[in-house]
């Protein structure tokens, strides 16, 4: 692997002399800005208190904006023409503070420096707490076609544990606002194996999903990332640590539920109600796509080439005030590290992993893996079972050692 620490300006043919990857392109939008930080975020995101004065929607704006018209600049260097933008995926933080009005902004955005495919899904994250009818009747009409919600769960206690300051039934309400409103694809998140959820409070939170008449689900396994308030409190002893028999038991009755009500699995950690309910921008990261990632702190990925922005809101909008290129650092990677990350995302999706793939010692394993019933062969394809989903990264780490 190639690597550097200096910002991309200073090896601009790493970025430039490097093609598309011939898939799909998307473009992510990180919004950095949170109203309240939740105990088991690592996010890159900041509350009001914490940016001051240094920092703004509006200089956070402009910032993208500029960004934005110097990355189309530059793949315009390429030497095949930018490929329209099949997918945009607005995450954050908290988009949603933004307003319908704000989010308009960051769309239109978009559409002043690249080509957007006619059926382009354009979708963003949102706060039930800081959603509205009149909010997602003005990003449908802007353009938006999916909106994937922040449930996490339907219990009082649970959130309290997870600092969510949404009421329990904020999210189900919000998702039918958003149906009432146009979407026809609407997402919630679930976070399940909080400390203190009984089996009694996911099935409360499966319940409250399936009134919600969404068609898509993505659950989450609680993950105590060091550094977090949360992770602090595990170590002090005031809460217990996720336990491994727990999640998997949490998994295996949501993924019952789920699929009982047609939403069936298409990633490890994701449910569709069928094909067009997926969410293509993240199938277009597991299945190799190339992508521009603008915002404090995005990845972006163009054949091969990965770089990395700033972190702080207000050094990424001082950065290209100042005309440069808000990225960080970048890495070129190797075709081994390419067919290491190709095994370990494409070996979550239902459609399984192409043995072709595979060099001998890993078709070797694969073939160990299969007699152990962790996975099957279906055609050409190695495919988990259902106990194989369970130990997914156990998997593709015998695959690869």
């Not at 240094?54 to 910032?63: D, G, I, K, N, T």
């Amino acid at each position: 692997m190639s690597s550097a620490a200096a910002p991309i300006e200073a090896e601009t043919p790493a970025l430039v002399l490097r093609d598309f990857g011939g898939g799909p392109f998307g473009i992510y939008i990180h919004v950095p800005f949170c109203a309240t930080r939740c105990g088991y975020c690592d996010f890159n995101t900041y509350t009001a208190g914490e940016l001051g004065t240094s920092a703004s929607p509006q200089s956070w704006l402009e910032a993208l904006r500029g960004e934005l018209a110097t990355a189309a600049e530059r793949f315009a260097a390429l030497p095949t023409a930018t490929p329209e933008v099949a997918t945009i995926f607005v995450g954050g933080g908290t988009p949603s503070l933004l307003g319908g009005d704000g989010l308009a902004d960051v769309l239109d955005s978009v559409r002043a420096n690249f080509a957007l495919a006619a059926d382009a899904e354009v979708t963003t994250e949102s706060n039930p707490e800081s959603t509205a009818p009149e909010f997602f009747e003005r990003i449908r009409a802007a353009g938006f076609t999916r909106v994937s919600l922040g449930m996490q769960s339907a219990a009082q206690h649970v959130l309290k544990v997870l600092d969510r300051t949404h009421t329990p039934g904020r999210a189900v309400a919000a998702a039918k606002e958003a149906r009432a409103a146009g979407f026809d694809h609407v997402n919630l998140d679930l976070i399940y194996g909080t400390p203190g959820e009984r089996d009694s409070d996911l099935d409360a939170s499966l319940d409250a999903v399936l009134s919600a008449g969404v068609d898509h689900v993505s659950a989450y396994s609680l993950i105590v990332e060091d550094g977090t308030a949360l992770a602090r409190r595990v170590r002090r002893g005031e809460l217990p640590a996720p336990d491994d028999d727990v999640l998997a038991a949490r998994y295996e009755r949501i993924d019952s539920r789920l699929d009982a009500a047609g939403l069936t699995w298409y990633e490890v950690s994701n449910w569709a109600a069928g094909d067009s309910a997926r969410c293509r921008h993240n199938l277009g990261y597991w299945d190799g796509g190339d992508w521009l990632g603008a915002g404090p702190g995005a990845h972006s990925h163009v054949g091969g080439v990965r770089w990395w922005n700033v972190k702080h809101p207000a050094r990424y909008a001082d950065t290209v005030a100042r005309g440069g290129f808000p990225a960080a650092g970048w890495e070129m990677l190797t075709a081994d590290e390419q067919h290491t990350e190709r095994v370990m995302l494409t070996v979550r999706l239902r459609t399984g992993l192409p043995l072709e793939e595979l060099a001998p010692k890993e078709s070797a394993a694969a073939t160990r893996i299969i007699a152990d019933g962790l996975a099957v062969r279906s055609g050409d394809h190695l495919i988990l079972t259902d106990r194989g989903r369970l130990l997914a990264d156990g998997v593709v780490r015998d695959l690869l050692t």
